[in-house]
């Protein structure tokens, strides 16, 4: 199975390079996965240079975990709904979502971020 960059993400969502979008459809049409660490530079780009809102960027999100393959899903897909409804950074919601549903012990100095471990 072929793993897929930040890169060939965005192309796929934003679909504003046409021959990209193409090989990056193809390409999740024939089957690939990406990583936990792919999908924070994806947030971290559709946020920072293209101001997309968090509601927009989870739609997107859940919609491409339709499509494409990811280790722990249900921890992402919690992440998803934790950064879609807060202003935490999308890898703390990861974090918080590490501890909350895959029972994983944060050790974090971050304030915020403590307060929502269970």
């Avoid at 990811?70 to 918080?96: M, P, R, T, W, Y």
């Amino acid at each position: 199975m072929n793993l897929i960059d930040a890169n060939v993400i965005i192309r796929y969502l934003l679909r504003d390079i046409e021959d990209q979008y193409l090989r990056a459809s193809q390409a999740i049409d024939l089957g690939c996965c990406t990583t936990t660490e792919v999908l924070a530079e994806v947030v971290y780009v559709l946020m920072k240079v293209y101001k997309i809102p968090r509601p927009d960027i989870a739609i997107a999100l859940f919609s491409l975990l339709k499509e494409v393959q990811i280790e722990n899903g249900i921890a992402v897909i919690f992440a998803i709904n934790l950064f879609k409804d807060s202003s935490l950074d999308f890898v703390d919601c990861l974090l918080i979502s590490y501890n909350n549903v895959l029972g994983q012990h944060i050790i974090s100095f971050d304030k915020k971020l403590v307060s929502r471990l269970l």
